[in-house]
């Protein structure tokens, strides 16, 4: 493939359209910059050299928009990522939460799972896993099926444990997976109360109460709208003074529902819900 831009920003939209009238996923309102390179990464994978090219592929080959949706929407992610925020978490957060009966958190954007897995680990060393149920929700289906299965590459567990450690962990870090050939799994055990489910952030609804929802590293893709929606989307299933996390690059600073919430963390970027 030759040439900076291989799809004009009209071919881009042709193509947002095309997957949302076949398919019902709307990427109408991500961020234009992020979504381009993207797609153009994903047709330098298949070997796509035009636009045509590629709106023939996902116009007649259901594999091959399996595939190119799963390319398109996995996102960075690690276990105890920002350890800072875990420690803040460890110290600050989960103390107030522990005063509910039941606790409900929602890992949006979840990707392969390996933040809420964090999640449940750390809930497991304050003594809360037993009784929280979590709710991580991902717009694509192969993440989640990886996400349930508890895999996650052993080539990274060397650095997952350095970040454990930072965000204030004891314990033997290899003592919450076992090594499985190139993989690492996580034990039934920590991963028992967590429900995976597709959600789209882009179309869906609130679909329960949460004292927490995380949603890390996500919002930089989506336009002003979309994070918008995204946030109100938050704000409306939280419980009165819930809590609301986001990733280190993302604020609410520019959004129409920033009022609704008060900074707890503005370093971690955690907040809470002033209802």
Sequence with gaps: MTGKNPISAEELEEIVFLIRRQYGYDFGDYARASLHRRVIRCMQKAGCLTAYELKYQLTNDHRFFAWFIESLTVNVTEMFR???????????VLPKLASYPAIKIWHAGCSTGEEVFSMAILLHEVGLLSRTRLYAT???????????????????????????IQSGGTNDFSAYYTARYENAIIHKEYRKNIVFAVHNLATDQVFNEF???CCRNVLIYFNRTLQNRAISLFSDSLTPLGYLAL???E??????VRHQFEVVNPTVRIYRSKR
């Design 251 to 256: 604020s609410l600073l520019f959004t129409d």
């Design 211 to 213: 004292q927490l929802v």
């Design 138 to 164: 991902d717009l694509n289906p192969a993440n989640l099926e990886r996400a349930r299965q508890g895999i996650v590459p052993l080539q990274y567990m060397k650095d997952y444990t350095a970040n454990y």
């Design 247 to 249: 990733g280190m690059k």
């Design 82 to 92: 920002d350890p800072a925020f875990y420690k803040e978490l460890r110290h600050n």
